[in-house]
């Protein structure tokens, strides 16, 4: 399990004080991107792969 922490920030949360979607879209990016930087696989290894991340919206 890959465990990053994030400070909340006023605009990641919604009118009722929940976490906003569109928060946990982000913070899924952030920490997916800094899980393969710090296991040694970054952008210009996605680039020489001719590979990138994907988000599927439901």
């Known amino acids: 399990m890959y465990i990053k ?16 979607n569109s928060a946990y879209i982000n913070y899924m990016s952030h920490t997916r991107l800094s899980f393969m930087l710090e296991n040694g696989f970054g952008q210009a ?11 599927f919206y439901e």
Request: glycine fraction near 4%; charged fraction near 30%; charge should be negative.
């Open 5 to 20: 922490e994030f400070e909340v920030r006023w605009n990641d949360i919604d009118a009722n004080r929940h976490l906003a």
């Open 45 to 55: 290894d996605m680039v020489r792969n001719n590979i990138g991340p994907v988000v």
